[in-house]
């Protein structure tokens, strides 16, 4: 069964048009204009059980949008959603008792009492019986070493120690689906990787399938084995992280540095024959750009026999250089002038 | 599920208790104000038997007890909720399996207890020992008396709901939410009773439910309204609380469909 389906999902925003000046806030006050904004146009996708998928996008992409239309926050303008059986809006008390949802920048604890209080109030909303309570609560501070936070308010908690509160919270009551929105952000990286690995090892023995927003592309690929890239409101991107690597990925960089001065003519004569292209930072540093399908170690064959060569750095390119890429284009579509594709 | 919602109560009630020292002041200034509207009402009577069918000393009752009854219905129910729909933390009220505005009447019920026993009683004898008040000799009038604050509460609450729930449609409500604090205590009687209005104005006052606020009860408190009167007046009370119902639940839905989340 699929987790989450979406289909031709929209979501219009009116957007109060301000004129400007004095004459135009007279006319405000009487006949306001509005103008129609698509947050969320007409996208599809469907969520199988038990997988972890990241949503991203710039801000304001229409991320949070769609989460909140999952989740039976919002009504959607148009369009289809089931998530775990239910269409969220329509009978959202029913629907709500098997989804959990975490949004970084809010909290859904009650400020002024206790963290276990809170738990026990939301064991009561979620009405999870008092013996199942206790092995879920157990099993989960054990889990975030949270023994020593449990009776402290809310209000007394840092942002780290709040948000592994947050994830029990969202927990409790054992849902088979579970919303993050930013569930990383303003963290250490040491709460960061925690955080990752508890989710892991949550979606490997409960099989809890995984939605999350993050502007933190280390948590997608410590995460997710899918990626749905969102810009204006359209998904330009939606499959395995690897593809997107290997479709984007321009291959290796091959950074030299050698003992003598080197000039570019000489470069490219080495690598004659080879689709090799070199950048130069100075006349001791040079940079060969080696595409994925072809092996490094004929650059090395060429380059070592002809220059005394100091140091040599290979490196990929990054997840975060190819989506920093793919939001300026605005399109997960591979440029043309990209000859090896 | 019903003991969730007495949980509300519960937490709202020892969250208010951990703050009472504010309202030690609150009941300084009620005293105050019954003071001033018992010397003003001293002086217009002036030896007077009797105006608008009340006498010195029901209006002198009548002051106290309708002071004290808003030292209990009073919340700020409306503000609570404009400022979840404002900031965007209404959200996570969604997200959540109950009835929000059930919710919100739950925890006003809790703000309402704490500050019937720790502000109201202490307020109200506080105000027999100074003034001449006159309290209820039968126990009819004062189970007909507190049967009807309660209700004074859930309107003032139901018409507070209504007045939150408008952030969803006008961006800033706080016009809106002083508008209603004056026409609830002018028109409730709680400034003026009911009877001293023109008549045209009563007669409107008859197709609204400010005066089941705070002048109905407080008639029961004074003498003015005995036996079968009261089942009548609390009937007025009831029909009101039940008609309210139908335009929260309207605006609710509409709210439902309008929703836009603050704050991404």
């Given at each position: 069964m699929q987790a989450i389906e979406v289909q031709d999902l929209r979501k219009n925003f009116r957007i109060q048009q301000s004129r400007g000046g004095l004459k135009g806030a007279l006319q405000d006050l009487f006949a306001r204009e509005y103008r129609e904004v698509a947050a969320v146009n007409d996208i599809s996708f469907t969520i199988p059980q038990g997988e972890i998928c990241g949503y991203i996008g710039e801000?304001?992409?229409?991320?949070?949008?769609?989460?909140?239309?999952?989740?039976?926050i919002l009504v959607p303008t148009s369009g289809h959603i089931k998530v775990n059986g239910y269409v969220p809006y329509q009978e959202r008390e029913k629907f709500v008792q098997g989804i959990g949802v975490v949004f970084g920048q809010r909290s859904q604890l009650w400020w002024d009492i206790g963290v276990i209080e809170s738990f026990q109030l939301?064991?009561?909303?979620?009405?999870?019986?008092?013996?199942?309570?206790?092995?879920?609560?157990?099993?989960?501070?054990?889990?975030?070493q949270l023994q020593e936070l449990l009776s402290r308010p809310v209000r007394k908690l840092s942002l780290g120690q709040r948000m592994?509160?947050?994830l029990?919270?969202?927990?409790?009551?054992?849902?088979?689906?579970?919303?993050?929105?930013?569930?990383?952000?303003?963290?250490?990286?040491?709460?960061?990787?925690?955080?990752?690995?508890?989710?892991?090892?949550?979606?490997?023995?409960?099989?809890?399938t995984i939605l999350l927003t993050t502007h933190d592309l280390q948590d997608i690929e410590a995460l997710c084995s899918r990626v749905i890239m969102l810009d204006a409101g359209s998904i330009i991107y939606d499959g395995g992280l690897d593809d997107l690597k290997t479709r984007w990925g321009r291959g290796r960089e091959v950074r030299f540095q050698f003992g003598g001065a080197v000039q570019a003519a000489q470069l490219n004569a080495w690598t004659m024959g080879l689709p090799v292209t070199w950048t130069q930072e100075s006349d001791l540093v040079a940079t060969a750009l080696v595409p994925a399908d072809m092996a490094v170690s004929d650059v090395f064959s060429r380059v070592l026999g002809q220059a005394e060569v100091t140091d040599v750095q290979i490196s990929e390119t990054s997840t975060d250089e190819i989506v920093r890429q793919i939001y300026s284009s605005g399109s997960a579509e591979k440029p043309e002038e990209q000859p090896h594709v | 599920m019903s003991s969730l919602y007495l949980d509300f109560i519960r937490i709202r009630?020892?969250?208010?208790?951990?703050?009472?020292?504010?309202?030690?002041?609150?009941?300084?200034?009620?005293?105050?104000?019954?003071?001033?509207?018992?010397?003003?009402?001293?002086?217009?009577?002036?030896?007077?038997?009797?105006?608008?069918?009340?006498?010195?000393?029901?209006?002198?009752?009548?002051?106290?007890?309708?002071?004290?009854?808003?030292?209990?219905?009073?919340?700020?129910?409306?503000?609570?909720?404009?400022?979840?729909?404002?900031?965007g933390t209404i959200a996570i009220q969604f997200i959540r399996p109950y009835n929000y505005l059930l919710v919100k009447m739950m925890q006003g019920f809790g703000e309402g207890i704490f500050r019937f026993t720790m502000f109201m009683i202490p307020g109200m004898i506080i105000a027999v020992l100074l003034f001449p008040v006159q309290l209820p000799t039968s126990?009819?009038?004062?189970?007909?008396?507190?049967?009807?604050?309660?209700?004074?509460?859930?309107?003032?609450?139901?018409?507070?709901?209504?007045?939150?729930?408008?952030?969803?449609?006008?961006?800033?409500?706080?016009?809106?939410?002083?508008?209603?604090?004056?026409?609830?205590?002018?028109?409730?009687?709680?400034?003026?009773?009911?009877?001293?209005?023109?008549?045209?104005?009563?007669?409107?006052?008859?197709?609204?439910?400010?005066?089941?606020?705070?002048?109905?009860?407080?008639?029961?408190?004074?003498?003015?309204?005995?036996?079968?009167?009261?089942?009548?007046?609390?009937?007025?009370?009831?029909?009101?609380?039940?008609?309210?119902?139908?335009?929260?639940?309207?605006?609710?839905?509409?709210?439902?469909?309008?929703?836009?989340?603050q704050g991404g």
């Amino acid at each position: 069964m699929q987790a989450i389906e979406v289909q031709d999902l929209r979501k219009n925003f009116r957007i109060q048009q301000s004129r400007g000046g004095l004459k135009g806030a007279l006319q405000d006050l009487f006949a306001r204009e509005y103008r129609e904004v698509a947050a969320v146009n007409d996208i599809s996708f469907t969520i199988p059980q038990g997988e972890i998928c990241g949503y991203i996008g710039e801000n304001g992409a229409g991320k949070s949008t769609t989460i909140k239309m999952l989740t039976g926050i919002l009504v959607p303008t148009s369009g289809h959603i089931k998530v775990n059986g239910y269409v969220p809006y329509q009978e959202r008390e029913k629907f709500v008792q098997g989804i959990g949802v975490v949004f970084g920048q809010r909290s859904q604890l009650w400020w002024d009492i206790g963290v276990i209080e809170s738990f026990q109030l939301l064991r009561k909303v979620y009405q999870v019986s008092e013996a199942d309570f206790k092995k879920r609560l157990d099993e989960l501070v054990e889990r975030l070493q949270l023994q020593e936070l449990l009776s402290r308010p809310v209000r007394k908690l840092s942002l780290g120690q709040r948000m592994r509160c947050e994830l029990v919270a969202a927990l409790l009551h054992n849902p088979s689906i579970v919303f993050l929105d930013e569930p990383t952000i303003g963290l250490d990286i040491v709460v960061k990787s925690e955080i990752r690995e508890f989710l892991k090892d949550l979606n490997r023995t409960q099989g809890t399938t995984i939605l999350l927003t993050t502007h933190d592309l280390q948590d997608i690929e410590a995460l997710c084995s899918r990626v749905i890239m969102l810009d204006a409101g359209s998904i330009i991107y939606d499959g395995g992280l690897d593809d997107l690597k290997t479709r984007w990925g321009r291959g290796r960089e091959v950074r030299f540095q050698f003992g003598g001065a080197v000039q570019a003519a000489q470069l490219n004569a080495w690598t004659m024959g080879l689709p090799v292209t070199w950048t130069q930072e100075s006349d001791l540093v040079a940079t060969a750009l080696v595409p994925a399908d072809m092996a490094v170690s004929d650059v090395f064959s060429r380059v070592l026999g002809q220059a005394e060569v100091t140091d040599v750095q290979i490196s990929e390119t990054s997840t975060d250089e190819i989506v920093r890429q793919i939001y300026s284009s605005g399109s997960a579509e591979k440029p043309e002038e990209q000859p090896h594709v | 599920m019903s003991s969730l919602y007495l949980d509300f109560i519960r937490i709202r009630f020892l969250t208010m208790l951990a703050y009472r020292v504010n309202y030690y002041s609150g009941i300084l200034v009620y005293t105050l104000n019954i003071g001033v509207y018992y010397f003003t009402w001293q002086a217009i009577y002036g030896g007077k038997e009797q105006i608008a069918g009340f006498t010195a000393a029901q209006m002198t009752t009548y002051v106290a007890v309708s002071w004290m009854a808003r030292a209990f219905y009073f919340n700020n129910l409306d503000r609570e909720i404009a400022t979840e729909i404002r900031d965007g933390t209404i959200a996570i009220q969604f997200i959540r399996p109950y009835n929000y505005l059930l919710v919100k009447m739950m925890q006003g019920f809790g703000e309402g207890i704490f500050r019937f026993t720790m502000f109201m009683i202490p307020g109200m004898i506080i105000a027999v020992l100074l003034f001449p008040v006159q309290l209820p000799t039968s126990p009819v009038s004062w189970i007909g008396f507190l049967v009807m604050l309660f209700f004074s509460f859930l309107i003032n609450s139901q018409i507070n709901i209504l007045i939150g729930l408008m952030a969803f449609f006008i961006e800033n409500n706080d016009g809106l939410m002083r508008m209603k604090r004056v026409v609830v205590d002018l028109f409730s009687g709680l400034l003026i009773p009911i009877s001293f209005f023109p008549g045209w104005l009563t007669s409107i006052m008859n197709f609204l439910p400010f005066q089941a606020i705070t002048y109905l009860p407080g008639s029961v408190f004074t003498g003015r309204v005995q036996g079968t009167g009261i089942l009548e007046v609390l009937g007025i009370q009831v029909i009101w609380f039940l008609i309210l119902l139908i335009p929260i639940y309207f605006t609710w839905r509409a709210a439902r469909v309008r929703l836009f989340v603050q704050g991404g």
